[in-house]
Nanobody, 127 residues
Framework: QVQLVESGGGLVQPGESLRLSCAAS????????MGWHRQAPGKQRELVAT???????NYAESVKGRFTISRDNAKNAVYLQMNSLKPEDTAVYYC?????????????????????WGQGTQVAVSS
């Protein structure tokens, strides 16, 4: 089955940078939309950034100018470069993918996943 695995989180000081990575595993033909959500302690999960299969990006207002989303279709991966990090960026960051076309080895047919989440990676920004 298709799985999304995030990496790159950690503890940094304000003003520093982190780069998050998310790779989808499996026999994947393509992914329509990829992106990142985050969930801060005591808050609802919110959209951070998305990138379409055609490379069109969208960002939450709070991260515009500081974060950059990109993807590598050959690797079925999406990245989030986070610069000038602030304490309010502290959250668990979740990778997501929409419209996944893949080969299901168990059934021997091409299948589709409408939406899938990664397990999340912790980002903590404090002085």
């Amino acid at each position: 089955q298709v799985q999304l695995v995030e990496s790159g989180g950690g503890l940094v000081q304000p003003g520093e940078s982190l780069r998050l990575s998310c790779a989808a595993s499996g026999s994947i033909y393509g992914i329509n939309l990829m992106g990142w959500h985050r969930q801060a302690p005591g808050k609802q999960r919110e959209l951070v950034a998305t990138v379409t299969g055609g490379g069109i990006t969208n960002y939450a207002e709070s991260v515009k100018g500081r974060f950059t989303i990109s993807r590598d279709n050959a690797k079925n991966a999406v990245y989030l470069q986070m610069n000038s990090l602030k304490p309010e960026d502290t959250a668990v960051y979740y990778c997501h993918a929409e419209g996944i076309k893949y080969y299901d080895v168990s059934s021997g047919v091409i299948s589709y996943d409408q939406y899938r989440w990664g397990q999340g990676t912790q980002v903590a920004v404090s002085s």
